[in-house]
């Protein structure tokens, strides 16, 4: 029962996000061919809002669920692993015309193919967990 309110808030997000269109491979392939801003719009406005939302938290001093003062740490210096991140995800991102967070959507609306998909994300997960110690931090 504990569990019942992330179920409710993954189906609203799902909803919302089938209804923007986040989910749409057409809307993906708009935006790798800066073809259409509404992607870049859907993600501009994710940004602000977790700025808005981190700024909230900071100034505020919200503490989480059991109490705790909630601390966000700071980004290491360096850009080349941000870049090369970036880079990777984001071909990633147009090679499978699908970011993470829409794969449970799509599987849910009953598009069975994007289970490959999600058996790469896994798959990229546990090679990374492999590999973490190897890589530049």
Known sequence: ?????????????????TKAEAVSWYRIYEMFQFQSIHMYGIITVAIITGFIG????????????????????????????????????????????ACPGPIFILLGAG??????ILIGAIFGTFLYGVLKDKLPH
């Open 111 to 116: 598009f069975l193919s994007v289970g490959l």
């Open 1 to 17: 029962m504990n569990l019942l309110k992330y179920i409710i808030v993954g189906f609203i997000f799902g909803i919302i996000l």
């Open 54 to 97: 981190l700024q909230f938290i900071k100034r505020k001093q919200i503490k989480d669920i059991n109490g705790k003062p909630i601390y966000i740490q700071d980004k290491e210096k360096g850009n080349a692993r941000y870049w090369i991140g970036g880079i990777l995800f984001g071909l990633g991102w147009a090679m499978v015309g």
